[in-house]
């Protein structure tokens, strides 16, 4: 049984990698040519609040239920984009740390 929940768990992971549009561009931004856009990104958790704010007013006054959902779904998103600002630029600066490192070593020690 825990193998079969594994396995589910696991396949659904790489259909949500490839399908939605937050996890691809999550991708992107890990590699080193997207590590630039993570503070920019964290711009896109705003409309994914207002999403939040709205449907919770909307629930809050009798709207139908469903409306937990997409709460729950945008709040995640924001969440993911909030925190992978601050996560990118950690990364980029540990990465051009241990590029220079790599052109100094592989530079050739100076004569006098």
Do not use: H, Q
């Amino acid at each position: 049984m825990l193998c079969v929940l594994w396995a589910a768990s696991v396949r659904t992971r790489d259909l949500t990698r490839r399908y939605l549009p937050t996890n691809i561009l999550l991708d992107f931004i890990r590699t080193r040519r997207g590590l630039k856009w993570g503070l920019p990104a964290m711009l896109l958790a705003v409309p994914y609040l207002a999403v939040v704010v709205w449907c919770a007013r909307s629930v809050a006054d009798g709207g139908p239920g469903w409306l937990n959902l997409i709460i729950l779904v945008a709040a995640w998103n924001a969440m993911k984009f909030i925190v992978m600002g601050p996560v990118s630029v950690l990364t980029l600066g540990r990465r051009r740390w241990l590029e220079r490192s790599a052109r100094r070593g592989a530079l050739p020690m100076p004569t006098r």
